[in-house]
Nanobody, 123 residues
Framework: QVQLVESGGDLVQPGGSLRLSCAAS????????MGWYRQAPGKQRELVAA???????NYADSVKGRFTIARDRAKNTAYLQMNSLKPEDTAVYYC?????????????????WGQGTQVTVSS
């Protein structure tokens, strides 16, 4: 069993900054890829940023140059530094992780999601 818990969402002014955290816990063997997704009202969930085990990153065009994803492998934690926030960044942000874990005497690799954290950018 693996759990992801996000934190750091808040109400901020346009141009402000936030740092989101995602902590993974449970019977983890290895986390392969971690990422941040967001979903605005009436819109589909979209990938914001992702990071692999080697540190390779991928960003949505809309956040390049403003957001930075990082991870602490020892702590099974991912971060999303969000700068120069815009109203269109308003959404619920979800952490996602591709995780290998123990299930009894076997192992399994699966995708997990956090509960989401609200980010609101408004003046």
């Amino acid at each position: 069993q693996v759990q992801l818990v996000e934190s750091g969402g808040d109400l901020v002014q346009p141009g402000g900054s936030l740092r989101l955290s995602c902590a993974a816990s449970g019977s983890i063997i290895r986390i392969y890829t971690m990422g941040w997704y967001r979903q605005a009202p009436g819109k589909q969930r979209e990938l914001v940023a992702a990071i692999t085990t080697t540190g390779s990153t991928n960003y949505a065009d809309s956040v390049k140059g403003r957001f930075t994803i990082a991870r602490d492998r020892a702590k099974n934690t991912a971060y999303l530094q969000m700068n120069s926030l815009k109203p269109e960044d308003t959404a619920v942000y979800y952490c996602n992780a591709d995780v290998g874990s123990y299930r009894g005497f076997t192992t399994h690799r699966d995708d997990y999601w956090g509960q989401g954290t609200q980010v609101t950018v408004s003046s």
